[in-house]
């Protein structure tokens, strides 16, 4: 069946009671405040943003101070970009009915405690770095009111991202963690538990209960994040994802997901684009992000004019059929009106909203830096302007400076507590289901087996293999089913796409979930994996997959957006809350992987060593050299190589479909939960020299090293990995050559040297190693091996066979790859040490 679209869960919208299609002066009045009355809203607390008078509303008439106090107030809603009019009437409605009294005590007691725990830590640790929240510390209230308002309506968890800009009162106020424990990051106790490892104090993420306004209780997961602004998006929208999963029915009325943005980070970064660009599709929605921008007009030095071409950092979200509620940072009552009807809205029709609260920044961008010497006359202004001392005039309470001095002392009191600390404080505790999972150093009881019975492989084989009666199937389709079919009865060698159905339908059998997710993943870039049969009469869809057992686990290949880092990082997150699943992202072309860095960099590779996380993700990169061009031959494996420490990842090019199979088992079914990156095929693909039969997915498990049986004693020793080893296979046997060894390096990391040196002493103990490799010498795995080969050789003498030093990864000639490629081979066979 078609998947289906995404639906509101709270069944659409309500019935209009405004009545936009009248043509009442009242109406016309009103309309063009609605439209435009954000504009000239009153929307920040200095006037540092520049005004604009929009001609639309320069309406004489004795209604337009009613609709300008309206829509021209500290809130200013920016939706005439949603398409849905019953949409944009359900906010109207909203806006022009009387606004409810706020819990006002409660705010002002929110406030002074988020501006005195700051100043408290700029008194006594002066000079580090905090990221204070003054001049838009209304982000408590508003995230009290999200919660307030999430909780009624379902929310039993709310999971969030954010970045530097207040995450240390965020953890205070809203993840609860006991101030001292933040204080104890600027002590900085324990330091040798964290030798070479561990992050920044406002980097670590954080959970803890918070009980709302009427008394519901929340869970807060604040994910762990590196300095990389907004890379934190798509991990929080895939966590999230992960965790609506587990729940199935009800997932997303229970996880709320909310990122708090800086303005300039909002409108500048690629990533934030790239996750709200999925955030209504089935395979990647999750029924809505709650997205604040907490907005004071500044990145670091540079001003909102130099951020942004639009008038508002928050603008690149108009793209999107959602609002926008800009909302003045001081007119507190306002922000916690419009957090309502934000997280109302999503929950009512199930899509992503966005504040903008507008503020400004009381210090530096940290507090080691003067802005004096950027923006003096603001900071001027700044200097003399008060912080919770405006609510509270504004309310009336006179004795709020008691109250702030009783927050005062508590606040030091804790601190006087951090001291005593000796050992760091872990501001988070994971979910059981991380119970059962290790990470650190591999150790052997870590392995499982992996092989399958025969009879289990082709009964396995035919629910792949076979669709409805009625059915209406491509002939192609057809052909490959049919072809399939022949490998699962042990007819044909097996290749890569049936080998990696015969993994997926094992381990959902067994009650695994499998998730797949890549640019044109369904098919399959290179027609390779037909995952989802379409009807070519009607175009409904049929998923073996899907239909392996009654009680199976789900399979979920979807093809993602045309994007790598939001991507990889969504399912990065994913894999992070859902470690039983075999959780795979595919990039189109290997290559296209670099895009993606810091995902990989900060948290593929990192994630463990700086926040003790772990996670399983597989990235499968097609690599190979096969003459077609610089972007479509190197998923540049040196740079993985590069990243490879204490067993953090694992790297792997199986040679064979047996060997795919095993690996990816071995992956889901072991409990060492370590990324997996996989090189794999493109023209082997479905080539009979890279094809297993089936026998080999019956006893064997995956292979570090394969080992050449052909050849006993050998002068030379071919050691390679991927493609190339099959070529020079082919050479040898051109060449009738039996006396040179040729060793498949299965697993590049953890290095399998033990199973190297076995293979090795098979061969006898003189003669020549060489490394060879396609890729240029200054890339591929050429620098991480030479050492460790030559550590391990013996008396053998160790010499390496690549192409020539490369600023580019290959030739864009399919002629020369042809002539580099023979010139290789050759080389191989001949070179002389
Ligand atoms: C991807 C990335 N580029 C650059 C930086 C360096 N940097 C740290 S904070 C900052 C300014 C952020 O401004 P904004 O997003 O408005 O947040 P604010 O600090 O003002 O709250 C910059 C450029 C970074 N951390 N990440």
Redesign the pocket.
Known sequence: MPTPKSKPFNGGARAAVIDTSSNSERERVFSAFRQWGYLEGDLDPLGFLRPRIAPELQIDSEYTREARAIYSSTIGVEINHIYAPERRRWIYERMESKPQEEDQARILDLLIRADVFEQVMQQRYLGSKR?SLEGVTALIPLVDEVLDTGSRLGATELVMGM???GRLNVIAHVAKRPPEEIFAGFEDVDPRSVLGSGDVKYHMGATGEYITRSGGKVHIHLVSNP?????VDPVTVGRTRAKQDRTGEGGREKYLPLLV??????AG?GILAETMNYADLPGYTVGGTIHVV?N?L???TTSYLE?HSTRFAACIARRQSIPIFHVNGEDVDAVVRVARLATEYRYQFGTDVVIDLIGY?RHG?SEVDDPTVTQPLLYKKIKEHPLWEIYADDIGVTDAPAQAAAIKAEFEAAQKDAGKITKKPTLRELPSYWDRYYGGRHKPEFEVETGLAPEELAELSAHLTTYPDGFHIHPKVKKLLEQRAEMGEGKRPVDYGMAEALAFASLVKAGIPVRLSGQDSRRGTFNQRHSVLIDIEDENEYVPLENIAADQAPCGIHNSTLSEPGVLGFEYGYSRDYPEALVLWEAQFGDFVNVAQ?IIDQFISAGEAKWSLLSGLVLLLPHGYEGQGPEHSSARIERFLQLAAKDNIQIAQPSNAAQYFHLLRRQALRHWRKPLVVFTPKSMLRHPDASSPIADFTHKNFQNVLPDLEIGEADRILVCTGKIGHELQAERKKRKDTSTAIVFLEQLYPFPEKELIAEFARHGDSGDIVWVQEEPANMGALFNMLPRLERIAGSRHVMSVKRSSSASPATGSAKAHEVEQKTLLTLAFTTKG
């Open positions: 990221f970045s530097h800009r300095s990389h602004l907004e890379a943005h800086g303005d300039a980070a909002f970064q907490v004071n500044l990145g670091f951020e920044r961008h810091a």
